[in-house]
């Protein structure tokens, strides 16, 4: 899931000057990749490369993985060691870490707890829906919505190539749960 991630992330520095409407979700990025190879190939890169340079931490894998990334999107996205750790750590202390160090608010794990809870108890799509909703009643800057915005393009990519694991994963209980707290 951390190569979806920065998958996503590196195509949006990709162009800068273009900004997400405000009030209006776009899923140009989710539906030009979604069929597209370059993402395979960069899972591939990715899983060559581990096994080429024997590659075992998780730092240095998320490492090799960002550079792939680049590589193949022609962005220079640079993340610091601390978030190239993070899948090391389960979903909730990825939530805490990421408030602690302000990467995140309040605002945006309550979302996505409640995300979380609508995949459990609904589905997929319906979740989707509901966070949409959510935050379209908010009245967020364009750079505040175009985050959310990059988070469903991120979490749809992610569960459209790796067909719904993302709702199998939370209904078994291996994602972040919001009985967790």
């Known amino acids: ?7 996503v992330s590196c195509n949006q520095y990709e162009n800068p000057n273009e900004e997400v409407v ?3 979700f776009d899923y140009s990025v989710f539906n030009e990749f979604k069929n597209s190879p370059i993402f395979n190939n960069i ?7 581990e096994i ?3 590659i075992k931490s998780t730092l240095n894998k998320n490492g090799n993985a960002l550079k792939i990334v680049n590589s193949n999107l022609g962005s220079d996205l640079t993340l610091p060691d601390s978030v190239l750790k993070l899948t090391d750590y389960s979903a909730k202390e990825i939530l805490n870490i ?13 979302l996505i707890k409640s995300f979380t809870h609508d995949v459990q108890s609904e589905n997929f799509d319906t979740a989707v829906s509901k966070y949409e909703n ?4 908010m009245n967020l800057s364009v750079k505040e919505f175009a985050k959310k915005n990059a988070f469903l393009n991120t979490i749809k990519l992610y569960n459209y190539q ?3 694991v ?7 209980g291996k994602a972040y749960r919001v009985d967790e707290g």
Not at 43 to 49: A, E, F, V
Not at 98 to 110: A, M, P, R, T, Y
Request: glycine share 4%; no cysteine.
């Open 98 to 110: 990421g408030l602690e160090n302000k990467w995140i608010s309040q605002v945006d794990v309550s």
């Open 1 to 7: 899931m951390a190569a979806v991630f920065l998958f």
């Open 134 to 137: 959510k935050v379209l009643g």
């Open 52 to 54: 080429k340079f024997n």
């Open 22 to 24: 405000v009030n209006k």
């Open 166 to 172: 993302l709702s199998k994963s939370i209904m078994k």
């Open 162 to 164: 790796n067909q719904n």
């Open 43 to 49: 899972l591939n890169d990715i899983k060559l490369s």
